[in-house]
């Protein structure tokens, strides 16, 4: 059942994080990008977070250059047709999904190979029903950051089989994540719980009932959240957070998902939180 080729589709701030992950564990990673520059970035995203830990003395200088030589980055999808395991961190688009998942169900020659998705928050089944593979298409949501958050919950659509399940179960126990699984429903079981928390944070914000400060304050002290939400929120990216309540506001048709104007507007203004050095805090 041992993993042993992990493709990844996006380099971004999740499918570097998976990537550095695998390789850590000693799994043989490519990861496919859409362009040479990003893929470079991508790269140098690794390499930095694996020079953190070696200065924090949390992995070993020969462990984290062994690290390293076991990933490979391509532009090229053609170069994941030997894995035994896909997972796809491209943006949050659903048609962009399909259309990848559509052309992994060709790429990918070993037709018991397991195509997975990280989306927050899309159906899975959406993405299988473009496969002739749909028993073998799960969701792998890993959290951010993923060297450092312990969860990965599987999400099995109507048609993943048991197997497949079995499959990604022992590829998070190769990654040394804790698993949870969910059905196949928007925001699955954490963001379900989590998104209109932050919601109603930002209510508050944009009322003036309370300070962003003091929001996150509430939380942090009295709840013991290392974060409160509104610091959340700018961490996630606030075009993500609203591209996650807009497929639970979809779903659900409960105005209790519907997003605040004030995050519509804070995204219309490219204030996206921590990536672009403005959200609701200054970085
Ligand atoms: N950011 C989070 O906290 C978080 C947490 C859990 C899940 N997710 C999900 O993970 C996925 C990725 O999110 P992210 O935050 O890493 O986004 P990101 O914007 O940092 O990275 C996405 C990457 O995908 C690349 N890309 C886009 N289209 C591509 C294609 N066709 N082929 C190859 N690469 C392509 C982009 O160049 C970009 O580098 C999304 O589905 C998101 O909902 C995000």
Redesign the pocket.
């Known amino acids: 059942m041992t993993i042993e080729r992990l493709g990844i589709?996006?380099?971004?701030?999740?499918?570097?994080?998976i990537g550095e992950v695998a390789a850590k564990a000693g799994i043989d990673v490519v990861i496919?990008?859409?362009?040479a520059e990003?893929a470079e970035?991508?790269q140098g995203r690794i390499s930095a977070s694996l020079e953190k830990a070696v200065s924090r003395e949390k992995i070993s200088r020969a462990d984290a250059d062994a690290t390293l030589a076991r990933l490979q980055f391509s532009?090229e999808?053609g170069e994941l047709a030997d894995r035994q395991f896909v997972i796809?961190?491209?943006?949050?688009n659903l048609a962009?999904?399909e259309?990848?998942f559509a052309k992994l169900d060709s790429i990918v020659t070993d037709p018991d190979a397991i195509l997975a998705?990280?989306?927050?928050?899309?159906p899975i089944i959406k993405l299988a029903a473009q496969t002739n593979r749909p028993d073998k298409v799960i969701g792998t949501?890993?959290?951010?950051p993923v060297p450092v958050m312990a969860l990965l919950e599987l999400v099995q659509s109507l048609k993943t089989s048991e197997e497949t399940v079995e499959r990604a179960r022992s590829l998070g126990e190769q990654l040394g994540k804790q698993m949870i699984l969910s059905k196949d429903r928007a925001g699955f079981i954490v963001n379900y719980l989590l998104v209109p928390y932050i919601v109603n944070a930002i209510k508050m914000f944009e009322e003036g009932f309370a300070s962003a400060e003091d929001i996150d304050n509430g939380m942090k002290l009295g709840a013991n959240h290392p974060m409160g939400p509104l610091e959340l929120a700018d961490?996630?990216?606030l075009d993500?957070m609203l591209?996650?309540q807009e497929v639970l506001y979809a779903e659900f048709a409960d105005p209790f998902y519907a997003a605040p104007p004030l995050l519509r507007r804070m995204v219309d203004a490219g204030l996206l939180g921590r990536?672009t050095g403005e959200g609701f805090y200054r970085y």
């Open positions: 589709v996006g380099g971004g701030q999740m499918g570097a994080g496919v990008e859409a362009a990003i970035k991508s532009t999808p796809e961190a491209i943006v949050e962009l999904k259309d990848l998705s990280n989306t927050s928050s899309i949501h890993f959290f951010n961490f996630i990216g993500t591209f996650v990536k």
